[in-house]
């Protein structure tokens, strides 16, 4: 996408949430919702509104995990790593994910992403994750096929 349409679309974004208490969060997810990750031509428009530094923005985008700075896969895996799931087995978890998607945590590719979050909130379930937006806990080798054999379909 040009700069020129992002900038057009920044504009928007930004009068939408025009007089909102706290506006950097909503103003970064709308962003995120229309360009599928946060463009680096959006930090300028953002901090001038909001008059913050580029630097205050890309501080912010880089503390919450859910902003993107590279398109996600079609699929989000998101792999928990807190302390709970690593003691249900976490690694050997995570250790099936990898091999079955040819992927590494925090890489991505069209079909898939995969992430590490630190709690899903299923810790009596461990190892858990989340599969676009679905929680699974309990992560077996025959749910990490599954999962597996679904996003690469």
Same mark, same amino acid.
């Given at each position: 996408m040009s700069e020129a349409a992002i900038a057009e679309r920044m504009d928007a974004i930004l009068t939408a949430h025009q007089g909102l208490e706290g506006p950097l969060l909503p103003i970064l997810h709308a962003v995120q919702a229309e360009f599928g990750l946060?463009?680096?031509? #959006?930090?300028?428009?953002?901090? $001038?509104?909001? #008059?913050?530094?580029?630097?205050?923005?890309?501080?912010?985008?880089?503390?919450?995990?859910?902003?993107?700075?590279?398109?996600?896969?079609?699929?989000?895996? $998101?792999?928990?790593?807190?302390?709970?799931?690593?003691?249900?087995?976490?690694?050997?978890?995570?250790?099936?994910?990898?091999?079955?998607?040819?992927?590494?945590?925090?890489?991505?590719?069209?079909?898939?992403?995969?992430e590490a979050v630190y709690c899903l909130g299923l810790c009596a379930c461990g190892p858990a994750a989340q599969v676009d937006g679905q929680p699974i806990g309990r992560l077996d080798a025959a749910k990490v096929a599954a999962i597996a054999a679904e996003v690469l379909s």
């Open positions: 946060i463009p680096a031509a #959006a930090v300028a428009p953002i901090a $001038k509104a909001l #008059a913050l530094t580029g630097a205050e923005v890309e501080g912010v985008i880089s503390f919450y995990h859910d902003f993107r700075r590279t398109p996600a896969g079609r699929h989000t895996i $998101k792999l928990c790593r807190a302390e709970a799931c690593q003691a249900m087995g976490g690694d050997q978890a995570l250790a099936r994910i990898e091999a079955a998607l040819g992927l590494k945590l925090g890489e991505s590719r069209a079909d898939v992403t995969l």
